[in-house]
């Protein structure tokens, strides 16, 4: 049974840059597409991005220039940074494993992060 | 992009009856080469992250129950529980993945 688990900070400032971290269990990190996908309060899912064990990554237009993903397959952790961050970023960040088709199969519990001075 | 827009915003039903959501693509999702429409539901819970039920429009995922299905081609997709049980309550989202991702605002289901 494949299991994710996001981690990191609950709470970022304005302007600064949104780190979180997933934990695989129960697979390997290279049989997946790993995506990040957040849903500020109340509102529908944004799929922010994936990565694939080869290192091959794509992310949403909207935040391209915003975003990093990367994998420790050490670890067995994707993470994500998302740099000048607003109230707006404001949301429960998911980890989700999907193949190629992006079909999430797989989500983590979610982490909320709340952007605040 | 790609815009999914679901309807009804919210829907109540009584237990045992059918509920229907309709999505609808701002452009079709129907890959030609392989006549799969890159479309999929999935229900999400009260605090819990979303579930998926079906992809390529009509396919059930693993251990979903037979009382959901879906169904449409190209722009136009329904998704039907054929006789509502008290576990079914939750917000429905469509999901295209023909291009980036794209969620539809999502449906929320209630009972009657």
């Known amino acids: 049974q494949v299991q994710l688990q996001e981690s990191g900070p609950g709470l970022v400032k304005p302007s600064e840059t949104l780190s979180l971290t997933c934990t695989v269990s129960?697979?390997?990190?290279?049989?997946?597409?790993w995506s990040w996908i957040r849903q500020p309060p109340g509102k529908t899912l944004e799929w922010i991005g994936y990565?694939?064990?080869?290192?091959?990554?794509n992310s949403n237009p909207s935040l391209k220039s915003r975003v990093t993903i990367s994998m420790d397959t050490s670890l067995n952790q994707v993470s994500l940074k998302l740099s000048s961050v607003t109230a707006a970023d404001t949301a429960v960040y998911y980890c989700?494993?999907?193949?190629?088709?992006?079909?999430?199969?797989?989500w983590g519990q979610g982490a909320l992060v709340t952007v605040s001075s | 992009d790609i815009v999914m827009t679901q309807s009804p915003d919210s829907l109540v039903v009584s237990l045992g009856e059918r509920a229907t959501i309709n999505c609808k693509a701002s452009?079709?999702?129907?890959?030609?080469?392989?006549?799969?429409?890159?479309l999929a539901w999935y229900q999400q819970k009260p605090g819990q992250p979303p579930k998926l039920l079906i992809y390529?429009?009509?396919a059930r995922a693993s251990g979903v129950p037979d009382r959901f299905s879906g169904s449409g081609s190209g722009t136009d997709f329904t998704f039907t529980i054929s006789s509502l049980q008290a576990e079914d309550v939750a917000v429905y989202y469509c999901?295209?993945?023909?291009?980036?991702?794209?969620f539809g605002q999502g449906t929320k289901l209630e009972i009657k």
């Open positions: 989700a494993a999907s193949g190629i088709d992006l079909v999430h199969d797989y």
């Open positions: 129960g697979a390997s990190i290279s049989t997946y597409y």
């Open positions: 990565i694939y064990y080869t290192g091959d990554t």
């Open positions: 452009q079709s999702v129907l890959y030609t080469s392989n006549n799969k429409n890159y």
């Open positions: 390529w429009a009509s």
């Open positions: 999901q295209q993945y023909y291009g980036t991702p794209s």
